[in-house]
């Protein structure tokens, strides 16, 4: 199956400071990438949606301004968390969907990426 | 997105088959129903889906109601490696993202 990776998979960072996370697709060409949220014992939250080129859709009550995401490619999309507070702290997963023909009715997810914030 | 409803956790011993319910009566003619399990501390991952028939794969299978109003994914020998959180969801096409509810916790026991 195809695969998507994150890099880091695990950050921690003082308050105050930005941080990239990487989400990369790499066997495939993801049309679109998904970035999630998911605190601990809670499921998985949607932040925003991004299309390669365009700009990223933001669910309600996600601040664009503090999670700037940008899909520059067809494999890469990076979310950066900037002005990092404790409340950010969370495990943020990206995921991707591929061009049809590709497996087009599945979602692959990353492995995930912790943030700390101190 | 139709709304889905699962038990909140089950238990299972090892080497049984597992029954999991999903209720959707909301569902539309479009929707295709999917399972995804997140493991802990991973990124979820996709189990199987279906629209219509009964699906089978190398995972699990997938009974759909003829109505299509509930479903339930069958792991046909548990193991402890399928101790995990199970998710069933609707989409109506493959451009949009996966809305998660709270899934059913999964415990297998040796």
């Known amino acids: 199956g195809a695969v998507v990776s994150q890099h880091p998979s695990w950050v921690i960072c003082k308050s105050g400071t930005s941080v990239k996370i990487e989400c990369r697709s790499l066997?495939?060409?993801?049309?679109?990438m998904f970035w999630y949220r998911q605190f601990p014992k809670q499921s998985l939250m949607l932040m925003a949606t991004?299309?390669?080129?365009?700009?990223?859709?933001?669910e309600q009550g996600v601040e664009k301004d503090k999670f700037l995401i940008n899909h520059a490619s067809l494999t890469l999309s990076t979310l950066t968390v900037t002005s990092a507070h404790p409340e950010d702290s969370s495990f943020y997963i990206c995921?991707?969907?591929?061009?049809?023909?590709?497996?087009?009715?599945?979602?692959?997810f990353g492995p995930g990426t912790r943030l700390t914030v101190l | 997105d139709a709304k889905t409803t699962q038990p909140n956790s089950m238990e299972s011993n090892e080497e049984e088959p597992v029954h999991l319910p999903c209720n959707h009566s909301?569902?539309?003619?479009?929707?295709?129903i999917h399972w995804y399990r997140q493991l802990p501390s991973q990124g979820p991952e996709y189990v199987i889906h279906g629209l219509t028939s009964n699906v089978n794969n190398r995972m699990a299978s997938l009974a759909i109601a003829e109505d299509r109003k509930s479903s339930t994914l069958i792991l046909h020998r548990a193991t402890l490696r399928d101790a995990a959180v199970y998710y069933c969801i609707l989409r109506d096409s493959a451009g949009t993202a996966l809305i998660f509810g709270k899934g059913t916790t999964l415990s297998v026991s040796s």
């Open positions: 995921s991707a969907t591929g061009l049809a023909g590709v497996n087009y009715n599945e979602q692959f």
């Open positions: 991004s299309n390669e080129g365009s700009k990223a859709t933001y």
């Open positions: 909301t569902i539309s003619g479009t929707d295709y």
């Open positions: 066997d495939f060409q993801a049309t679109t």
